[in-house]
T-cell receptor, first 118, second 114 residues
Framework: DTEVTQTPKHLVMGMTNKKSLKCEQH?????MYWYKQKAKKPPELMFV???????INESVPSRFSPECPNSSLLNLHLHALQPEDSALYLC?????????????????FGPGTRLTVL | QKEVEQDPGPLSVPEGAIVSLNCTYS??????FMWYRQYSRKGPELLMY????GNKEDGRFTAQVDKSSKYISLFIRDSQPSDSATYLC??????????????FGQGTILTVHP
């Protein structure tokens, strides 16, 4: 299984709603990532989890709350979002560490959740 | 100045053409280089990954890295309409606070017309 899956595919929410995005991988990767991508822009890193612990938070507003319940799952909890938060939210995963003289940093992306905040 | 510069195009070529996509970078700490292909409204798909200067070939795709010039390229031979997508270069440094962080180019929009 070489796939990262994300649910839901599309999400429309009001500014007072609470919702969650889910991401799953079964490749044995121990690093998982959340990115935000606006139209015609590259992905912007939001959070990195290494061995289920948050290792990087790119100064993301607290209305976005990540969670990594186990090594295969990553959630992004959303609360009180703004219309400008509408974007494609991408999850990615990768191996960690050194092996065979190389350095794992190939990140595999899921298909994304297209979020619209009204 | 951005750390990674990529011509956004758009680039339009006829089917069968050789396509050259390029990125330059300024951070000499970048050691790992990737090319992603992203179809409209989909997630990026990893095409090529390399960590040394030189060429790496995979089917119709060749990735080239020149660390002395801080320049990377992706060549697509015998381009097909199915290659029409946005191509993103990405790179990363080694270890420390850089761990796990990819720096992307702006992406080049490629259209291959029949």
């Amino acid at each position: 299984d070489t796939e990262v899956t994300q649910t839901p595919k599309h999400l429309v929410m009001g500014m007072t709603n609470k919702k969650s995005l889910k991401c799953e991988q079964h490749m044995g990767h121990r690093a998982m990532y959340w990115y935000k991508q606006k139209a015609k822009k590259p992905p912007e890193l939001m959070f990195v989890y290494s061995y289920e612990k948050l290792s990087i938070n790119e100064s993301v507003p607290s209305r976005f709350s990540p969670e990594c319940p186990n090594s295969s799952l990553l959630n992004l909890h959303l609360h009180a979002l703004q219309p400008e938060d509408s974007a494609l939210y991408l999850c990615a995963s990768s191996y960690l560490g050194l092996a065979g003289g190389g350095y794992y940093n190939e990140q595999f992306f899921g298909p994304g959740t297209r979020l619209t905040v009204l | 100045q951005k750390e990674v510069e990529q011509d956004p195009g758009p680039l339009s070529v006829p089917e069968g053409a050789i396509v050259s996509l390029n990125c330059t970078y300024s951070n000499s700490a970048f050691q790992y280089f990737m090319w992603y292909r992203q179809y409209s409204r989909k997630g990026p798909e990893l095409l090529m990954y390399t960590y040394s200067s030189g060429n790496k070939e995979d089917g119709r795709f060749t990735a080239q890295v020149d660390k002395s010039s801080k320049y990377i390229s992706l060549f697509i031979r015998d381009s097909q309409p199915s290659d029409s997508a946005t191509y993103l270069c990405a790179m990363s440094a080694v270890g420390g606070t850089s761990y796990g962080k990819l720096t992307f180019g702006q992406g080049t929009i490629l259209t291959v017309h029949p």
